[in-house]
């Protein structure tokens, strides 16, 4: 078993940084991990992942803004977003799986609002 906890969201005006962290109970690293958001009446959709070689992905709508990027010796998993748009609005959420479990956070509310 795993708990995830979130952390870093806030309000943050268009054009502005946030920089989440979500720190795991125990070692991850040997798991892949990612993070998540959804908005109200939307699935949830994946924002980027990280394998445990290191290796990402991202989806198309945040490629050159966010960076994923893991600390196995602190069992975190970080996502740094830049240039933040409003329609980066949305409930934040922490995963990590093997091929057996996944595991998921509480989620972590970021708003990007003038």
């Known amino acids: 078993q795993v708990q995830l906890v979130e952390s870093g969201g806030g309000l943050v005006q268009p054009g502005g940084s946030l920089r989440l962290s979500c720190a795991a109970s125990?070692?991850?690293?040997?798991?892949?991990a990612g993070w998540y958001r959804q908005t109200p009446g939307k699935e949830r959709e994946l924002v980027a992942f990280?394998?445990?070689?290191?290796?990402?992905n991202y989806a198309n709508s945040v490629k050159g803004r966010f960076t994923i990027s893991r600390d196995n010796a602190k069992n975190m998993v970080n996502l740094q977003m830049n240039s933040l748009k409003p329609e980066d609005t949305a409930v934040y959420y922490c995963?990590?799986?093997?091929?057996?479990?996944?595991?998921w956070g509480q989620g972590t509310q970021v708003t990007v609002s003038s």
């Open positions: 995963n990590a799986w093997t091929n057996r479990f996944v595991y």
């Open positions: 990280i394998n445990s070689d290191g290796s990402t």
């Open positions: 125990r070692s991850i690293a040997s798991m892949s």
